[in-house]
């Protein structure tokens, strides 16, 4: 069965301190991961496309990378305004439809 | 940049009424989706439309139609809403390209049902 994993549920770091987000999956055939970023009470904001393996993508603070089992959303340096729930979802080849993994939230104290 | 509006943010509606919920895209997006977002349970797809007057269904189908009669807006209808229909619902919106299809999500409509 396709599915997305993310870990862990939730994650509280320090402000400037590093960290990651994983999300795995399992389909037959990958057309694209994506992360997104959702506050409370609003619709998802699209952040990365990731196509395949080997493949990363940064936006200030934020890098995402791709293996051919998971993605690790790396955050560096957080900043409190990072606190977010972060999502991860993966499209199959021929298909409309994304497969999404219930989240990470990311609480960043000052 | 996409934009993906939603006809209202905050809607409240008793049990049995019928309640539309509207969504726009200015990005000439061939392909349009309904979720619900419930705290536990994620994303979850209800409907979607990858070309006018075309519907297809999602995880959750029972008790929501919709309608697509222009590219740009899709609505989601409630044919009589229920207290278990409580929830966020988030609009998306995408266009097919020899990529990944990215989804580009309107700020959601929270309803609650009493």
């Known amino acids: 069965e396709d599915q997305v994993t993310q870990s862990p549920e939730a994650l509280r770091l320090q402000e400037g301190e590093s960290s990651s987000l994983n999300c795995s999956y399992t389909?037959?055939?990958?057309?694209?991961l994506f992360w997104y970023r959702q506050d409370p009470g609003k619709g998802p904001e699209f952040l990365f496309t990731?196509?395949?393996?080997?493949e990363e993508k940064e936006k200030e603070r934020l890098k995402a990378t791709l293996t051919k089992k998971e993605s690790f959303l790396h955050i560096t340096a957080p900043k409190p305004e990072d606190s977010a729930t972060y999502l991860c979802a993966v499209q199959e080849d021929s298909n409309y439809q994304l497969i999404w993994g219930a989240g990470t939230k990311l609480i960043i104290k000052p | 940049d996409v934009k993906v509006t939603q006809s209202s943010r905050y809607l409240v509606k008793r049990t049995g009424e019928k309640v539309f919920l509207e969504c726009v895209q200015d990005?000439?997006?061939?392909?349009m989706f309904w979720y619900r977002q419930d705290p536990g349970l994620g994303l979850r797809l209800i409907y979607f439309s990858y070309d006018v007057k075309m519907k297809e269904k999602g995880d959750i189908p029972e008790g929501y139609s919709v309608s697509r009669e222009k590219k740009e807006r899709f609505s989601l209808i409630l044919e009589s809403a229920s207290t278990n229909q409580t929830s966020m619902y988030l609009c998306a919106s995408s266009a097919p390209g020899t990529g990944g299809d990215e989804q580009y999500f309107g700020p959601g409509t929270r309803l609650t049902v009493t």
């Open positions: 990731l196509y395949s393996a080997g």
């Open positions: 389909v037959s055939g990958l057309r694209g």
């Open positions: 990005m000439d997006h061939e392909n």
